[in-house]
């Protein structure tokens, strides 16, 4: 496992410990959950992105080909 080092304000590191401390974590630990889903929340959808994508599209309507009917098959058995 890999191992950061980083500076942040007196007052964060507080915070931080505090917050480590209510859910019984070593800091680290905590330290290390937060960063795991800092990464996860990145690869998901961003906030709000379907209310402002969906139902939005002002062009042309869409309109799907006829599909034509099924091909008949052979039964397995």
């Known amino acids: 496992m890999s191992q950061l080092h980083f500076y942040v304000p007196d007052e964060t590191e507080a915070?931080?410990?505090?917050r480590?401390?209510?859910?019984?974590l070593q800091l680290s630990r905590?330290?290390?959950k937060l960063a795991s889903q800092e990464v996860a929340r990145k690869s998901q959808w961003p906030?709000?992105?379907?209310?402002?994508?969906?139902?939005?599209?002002q062009g042309t309507p869409l309109s799907r080909a006829p599909q034509g009917d099924y091909e008949n098959r052979k039964d397995l058995l």
């Open 47 to 57: 906030d709000g992105y379907f209310e402002q994508v969906f139902g939005q599209w």
């Open 15 to 18: 915070e931080l410990r505090k």
């Open 30 to 32: 905590y330290l290390a």
């Open 20 to 24: 480590a401390k209510q859910l019984n």
